[in-house]
């Protein structure tokens, strides 16, 4: 692995389904994040996590947990998913100390019917 | 929290004419403020950042100019080319408890031959 990866690059998922989206990342960066994307709306934040072992509610958050169980690894999970939360889901990691930019994932293109 | 306002929502060119991107943000503990380039069905990427205690920052033809007291930031691109078609997002994010980046809701420019 190379930076930040995500996983699957898209899925096309039955409403009621649960559904886990997959971050991986070997930056060690302490900071992870995921944003949903819609047209007109930008990145939105969805959930965070500063640290291992913390996670926090972002914008959006409804229907949607996370866990942060490592450095590494902050997956995304729809537990009930629901037609408008079709969009496309991006994860992104930082380092906290000091000003720096986020490294963002390819992206996960999810559609709910 | 943080609250970034971008405008405009789309811009249209001709090659070779200058494009500007302006972002106002609300809270005065922000300190960073990156902007990234998003090409169609990319992720978004970091294209210049500025911190808070420099007013302006150039790369080739790309330039960030900020204003702490008027809380306010710009992104000037000099003599556009087609390839610089793409959605610009900005962002603002601070230390300590605000390290969460925000981001506004992107511009779609568009660069005519």
């Known amino acids: 692995i190379a930076g930040i990866t995500q996983a699957p690059t898209s899925q096309i998922l039955a409403a009621g389904r649960r559904m886990t989206l997959r971050c991986t990342q070997d930056?060690?960066?302490?900071?992870m994040y995921w944003y949903r994307q819609d047209l007109g709306l930008g990145l939105r934040l969805i959930h965070y996590?500063?640290?291992?072992?913390?996670?926090g509610k972002g914008e959006v958050p409804d229907g949607y947990s996370v866990s942060r169980a490592n450095t590494d690894d902050f997956p995304l999970t729809l537990a009930s998913a629901v037609p408008s939360q079709t969009s496309v889901y991006f994860c992104?990691?930082?380092?906290?100390?000091?000003?720096?930019?986020?490294?963002f994932g390819q992206g996960t293109r999810l559609t709910v019917v | 929290g943080e609250n970034v306002e971008q405008h405009p929502s789309t811009l249209s060119v001709q090659e070779g004419d200058s494009a500007v991107i302006k972002c106002t943000y609300s809270?005065?503990?922000?300190?960073?403020f990156p902007w990234y380039k998003q090409e169609l069905g990319k992720r978004p990427q970091l294209i210049i950042d500025?911190?808070?205690?420099?007013g302006e920052k150039k790369d080739q033809r790309i330039a960030v100019t900020l204003n702490k007291t008027a809380k306010h930031f710009s992104l000037h691109i000099t003599e556009t080319q087609p390839e610089d078609s793409a959605v610009y997002f900005c962002?603002?994010?601070?230390?300590?408890?605000?390290?969460?980046?925000?981001f506004g809701r992107g511009t779609s420019l568009i660069v005519h031959p």
């Open positions: 996590s500063n640290t291992a072992g913390t996670t």
């Open positions: 930056m060690r960066h302490n900071a």
């Open positions: 992104a990691s930082r380092l906290v100390a000091g000003d720096t930019e986020a490294f």
């Open positions: 500025i911190r808070s205690n420099v």
């Open positions: 809270d005065s503990a922000s300190n960073y």
């Open positions: 962002a603002a994010s601070g230390t300590g408890g605000s390290y969460i980046p925000t």
